[in-house]
């Protein structure tokens, strides 16, 4: 039968208690966006926006590790100092340990004890691997122009420079981006940035057209990687994040794509648009949306606002 001791290890590693304080703190400190965490995550604005607000007290460890990856922080800098203790089952009785039972428990404790203190110092024990992750809308109609942005940690301990390559599904183009893209092929699918050495993290937005006319319904996918230079030699590593588009009657800051933008999704949308001013985004029409009741696309009128 399964101790007390034995069931609580268990659900330790299953869950952990997070802060929704310390993840709203956070990503508004490093000005990401509720939408651009839930794509990385892969999980809904809703969810992200009900994790702040500590409706849920504990979550799955390794979702919470995606959510720390997404913020760019350890695991430990979100979660509660001091997470609840699993009750026992109604009517389980134990029976009181042996002297000897007794020893070797404390002896498992210390041990256990020991574990977690190295895994918290090699938790916040900043890593010199660099990560680009994209962020993307998941869905958006043929022929509108839609936000992307590649986030690269670099950190002052382990300075590098870095080529970033983003391969454009067929017929989507470029519109505009920041800082300017270096080279780019004459049928504009294939895009370079290159970024000098240096330690602080770096955010490259571009915006592009989709593609239109098109087959609605189907998804496109985006493709980089980043040429890493540093220690005389270089590596390549992929780019994470979202990579999909589908393209139909969707606005792109319609984030679950139901045919309205929702107090959950106007945020997100707006730090975006803020960050990428000049490079196409029309906030007019999605403030317009918001204020309505939703909205409808049709390839040759475009988007429709209901009252």
Known sequence: MMDANDRADKL????????????????EAKRLTQLYVANVVGVTTDTISRWENN???SIKRENAQKLADALEVPLGDILR?????????????????????TKLLILFGLAALLLLLVVVILARTPSSAPKAVRWLPRYAAPGEVIPVQVKVTRLPAA???????????????????????SAAEPAGSSLKWLVPGGGSPVTISYSVRTPAPFAQGKDVKVKGEIVLHGGGANRTEEVGGGSEVRIGPYHWADANGDGRIDDDEIMPAYYVC????????????????WTGKGYRWDPKTGYTVLK
Do not use: C, H, Q
């Not at 330790?12 to 990503?27: H, K, L, N, P, Q």
């Not at 970033?164 to 800082?179: A, F, I, N, T, Y």
């Open 12 to 27: 330790s590693a299953a869950s952990v208690a997070i802060d929704g304080v310390r993840i709203r703190t956070v990503r």
């Open 55 to 57: 409706r849920y007290p």
């Open 81 to 101: 100092d001091e997470a609840p203790v699993p009750e026992d089952e109604p009517g389980t009785e134990f029976p009181p340990p042996s002297p000897r039972r």
């Open 159 to 181: 300075p590098f420079g870095f080529i970033l390559k983003e391969k454009l599904p067929d017929g989507m183009r470029l519109v505009s981006s920041v800082p300017p893209n």
């Open 274 to 289: 803020d960050e990428m001013k000049g490079l196409g985004l029309d906030w007019k029409t999605i403030e317009a949306i």
